[in-house]
């Protein structure tokens, strides 16, 4: 099942924050969110193991909430390099096919303006 | 070093046509991925491999896709015959353990358009 992400999309103007969602029908054992700009490829974020710590560099950050099956993206004090399309991608625990693969949310593209 | 490379970048041909893209992963990454990306469909997977072994296929749509590694340093997707609703950007991505639990490096893509 494909994660949801919400919300489908996000304008700011620099300086301000974002959080970004994704919800899982299944239970979470890993997230990873990369950022895709115009024509180019998806790029990593940071990835986040159930049982693990909030991550974040510079001003992004994320958060993974096990009992909500959800993680969420900070941005803060958003630049005008942050503008792209943002995905998350869930994680299955070893065993079986699904173990090696993410299945990566719709995206949420992110608007920066000056 | 050099990151996940692809070719073509671009191919355009006309239904009926075979197309074969293909995958150089990063050296000494064990597995292997092909996605596809569509405005309707986003980023879904095809198939990926683990030290050249095909493991999950179920994402792809038909008979007509058929994927391919050789050897640890090479990959091929190959569509046939080929189909309008086949044009997207398919990306080729590598990592070094497991998919779901390590950082996947995307390749640029190849841009294919069907007539």
């Known amino acids: 099942q494909q994660p949801v992400q919400s919300p489908q999309a996000v304008i700011l103007r620099e300086g301000e924050d974002a959080v970004i969602n994704c919800s899982s029908s299944?239970?979470?054992?890993?997230v990873h969110w990369y950022r895709q700009k115009h024509g180019e490829a998806p790029v990593f974020l940071m990835i986040?193991?159930?049982?693990?710590e909030q991550k974040g560099h510079d001003k992004i950050s994320a958060s993974f909430n096990e009992k909500k099956q959800q993680s969420s993206l900070y941005l803060t004090a958003s630049q005008l390099s942050y503008s792209g399309t943002y995905f998350c991608g869930t994680g299955r625990p070893a065993g079986g096919t699904s173990y090696g693969k993410l299945t990566f949310g719709q995206g949420t593209i992110l608007t920066v303006h000056p | 070093d050099a990151g996940v490379i692809q070719s073509p970048r671009h191919e355009v041909t006309e239904m009926g046509q075979e197309v074969t893209l293909r995958c150089k992963p990063i050296?000494?990454?064990?597995?292997l991925f092909w996605y596809r990306q569509t405005m309707m469909r986003g980023l879904e997977l095809l198939i990926y491999?683990?030290?050249?072994?095909?493991?999950?296929d179920s994402g792809m749509p038909e008979d007509r896709f058929s994927a391919k590694m050789p050897n640890a340093s090479f990959s091929t997707l190959k569509i046939q015959p080929s189909e309008p609703r086949d044009s997207a950007v398919y990306f080729c991505?590598?990592?070094?353990?497991?998919?779901?639990?390590?950082?996947?490096?995307f390749g640029p893509g190849t841009r294919l358009t069907v007539l």
């Open positions: 986040l193991l159930k049982g693990g």
């Open positions: 299944k239970a979470l054992y890993s």
């Open positions: 050296s000494g990454h064990d597995y």
């Open positions: 491999f683990n030290n050249n072994v095909p493991i999950d």
């Open positions: 991505a590598s990592s070094l353990g497991a998919g779901s639990y390590n950082e996947q490096f």
